[in-house]
């Protein structure tokens, strides 16, 4: 539960304009993929899992972006 929701989006914003290396960014996901598997969620069970709602949003994206393109 978040109990500063100001201090978060704070943190959110000042993040966001910081440009991140490739080490920097490395360093962030492993970091966050170890929290994962500290707190049981990481690896999933089954790869394929969502896979299907995957594949919708690419679709989506990927017609935006040829309309876009269009106009």
């Given at each position: 539960?978040?109990?500063?929701p100001?201090?978060?989006?704070?943190?959110?914003?000042?993040?966001?304009?910081?440009?991140?290396?490739?080490?920097?960014?490395?360093?962030?996901?492993?970091?966050?993929?170890?929290e994962?598997?500290r707190?049981?969620?990481?690896?999933?069970k089954?790869?394929?899992?969502g896979?299907?709602?995957?594949?919708?949003?690419?679709?989506?994206?990927?017609?935006?972006?040829?309309?876009?393109?269009?106009?």
């Open positions: 539960m978040i109990k500063d100001q201090a978060l989006k704070e943190f959110e914003n000042n993040f966001r304009r910081e440009k991140l290396s490739y080490d920097k960014s490395l360093k962030i996901f492993e970091s966050m993929w170890k994962g598997v707190l049981g969620v990481l690896p999933p089954d790869e394929l899992e896979i299907e709602v995957d594949i919708k949003v690419a679709a989506v994206l990927n017609s935006c972006l040829k309309k876009s393109w269009l106009e």
